[in-house]
């Protein structure tokens, strides 16, 4: 049972246009999300966080958006740059220090 | 400062034989993790530990064993490998303090024949 989902698995945008990377989730419980972003034959790197009882948080080009009601997460990356070119996974936890990680959507940002 | 090591960057194994995966962090954090990425399944936690001796199950723990005999180093054990095992294993850590981001290394590919 997929408690976190990324439902897209690829995405291409533009470079200099918005991306936005969806994840889904169907624990009410989980009360923080994050984001990481993970180059090949690299380990994830953390980006942006969101705490359950925020609804949107930014960090320079990255934006996250809480929607508790529809247990919906999106990362909007404005504008996109090639370097932004990677998998992004959302992650959500519960208090308990488990973390449960999405399948990962491949972003590619056309030059 | 080098972060999160891992040793070894790349193992093949055959069927029954046993490796052990190190992890090593210098960042003194508290908490540290083990997980497996597989093809279509993201990260997945095998297990996790909240401080010097102490080890928790994460979602898949079955034919892993763990020990974190010393803050900056978790061991992660196969005892008996089997094809199933076949995987990219990646460590974490993160601080006590509830940041809750978590801290890489670069991954161990591994290879069950």
């Known amino acids: 049972d997929q408690q976190v989902k990324q439902n897209s698995p690829s995405l291409s945008v533009q470079e200099g246009r918005i991306s936005i990377l969806n994840c889904d989730y169907t624990?009410?419980?989980?009360?923080?999300f994050l984001w990481y972003k993970k180059y090949p034959a690299e380990g994830p790197t953390f980006l942006i966080s969101i705490s359950s009882i925020k609804d949107k948080n930014e960090d320079g080009r990255f934006t996250v958006f809480l929607n508790k009601s529809a247990k919906h997460l999106s990362l909007h990356i404005v504008p996109s740059q090639p370097g932004d070119s990677a998998v992004y996974f959302c992650?959500?936890?519960?208090?308990?220090?488990?973390?449960?990680f999405g399948t990962g959507t491949r972003l590619k940002v056309l030059a | 400062n080098a972060g999160v090591t891992q040793t070894p960057k790349f193992r093949v194994l055959k069927t029954g034989q046993s490796m052990t995966l190190l992890c090593a962090q210098d960042m003194n954090h508290e908490y540290m993790y083990w997980y497996r990425q597989d093809p279509g399944m993201g990260l997945r936690l095998i297990h996790y530990s909240v401080g010097e001796g102490t080890t928790a199950k994460g979602e898949v723990p079955d034919g892993y064993n763990v020990s974190r005999l010393k803050k900056q180093n978790f061991l992660l054990g196969l005892e008996s490998a089997a094809p199933s095992q076949t995987s990219v294993y990646f460590c974490a850590s993160s601080p006590r303090i509830s940041s809750y981001e978590q801290y890489f290394g670069p991954g161990t590919r591994l290879t069950v024949t």
């Open positions: 992650a959500a936890i519960s208090g308990t220090y488990k973390y449960i």
């Open positions: 624990n009410s419980m989980f009360d923080y």
